[in-house]
């Protein structure tokens, strides 16, 4: 089974600067993976699907890259609402990357 | 509108069985896979189990082969996972999940969970 690996654990960043989190495949995933966004207390959501397509309703500071085997996740500039934990996913295996924390200082 | 909504969580002893049911609505159930996906209380996603449209293809993580099945009922509009010989291991909150599209398994829709606790 391919493993997703993310880093960093948790990201500690301000109002307006970039993050960037990473998701690594064990294996090629070519560009079959996707990015949710999970709030506390509610399910996740879907951001990013097929590597950087946004997927409906989601704001343009959040885009996806990557191939192969790694995979970014940029939020070019936080808001606070952004505060929440990030997870990958591929789409031939259902199983999740074990999320990234990003906290808004 | 796509609606997922979960029903059947409880508390039961280890070793014990229970039923989860997902009643969906606002799409053509049948044409897409279902999924289940736990998330014990701050820890992380953990895929559960899916199944295909028709119902004629099942999956299962490892944590759970052999001790949960998933099935669905198409002229009902509704997912189910039948969950035996619980463990605490299992005790979590459980979403219904519906594929974005007919192929993959990305998820476009989630429920709002149902909560299981294994505990005596």
């Known amino acids: 089974d391919i493993v997703l690996t993310q880093s960093p654990a948790t990201l500690s960043l301000s109002p307006g600067e970039r993050a960037t989190l990473s998701c690594r495949a064990s294996q090629s995933v070519s560009s079959y993976l996707a990015w949710y966004q999970q709030k506390p207390g509610l399910a996740p959501r879907l951001l990013i699907y097929?590597?950087?397509n946004r997927a409906t309703g989601i704001p343009a500071r959040f885009s996806g890259s990557g191939s192969g085997t790694d995979f970014t996740l940029t939020i070019s500039s936080l808001e606070p609402e952004d505060s929440a934990v990030y997870y990958c996913?591929?789409?031939?295996?259902?199983?999740f990357g074990q999320g990234t924390k990003v906290e808004i200082k | 509108e796509v609606q997922l909504l979960e029903s059947g969580g409880d508390l039961v002893q280890p070793g014990g069985s229970l039923r989860l049911s997902c009643a969906a609505s606002?799409?053509?159930?049948?044409?897409?896979?279902m999924i289940w996906v736990r998330q014990a209380a701050g820890k992380g996603l953990e895929w559960v189990s899916g199944i295909s449209g028709s119902g004629g293809s099942t999956y299962y993580a490892d944590s759970v082969k052999g001790r949960f099945t998933i099935s669905r009922d198409n002229s009902k509009n509704t997912l189910f996972l039948q969950m035996n010989s619980l463990r605490g291991e299992d005790t979590a909150l459980y979403y219904c999940a519906k594929v974005r599209t007919t192929s993959g398994w990305y998820i476009g829709h989630w429920g709002q969970g149902t909560l299981v606790t294994v505990s005596s």
């Open positions: 097929d590597a950087s």
């Open positions: 996913q591929q789409r031939s295996n259902p199983g």
């Open positions: 606002g799409f053509t159930f049948s044409s897409y896979a």
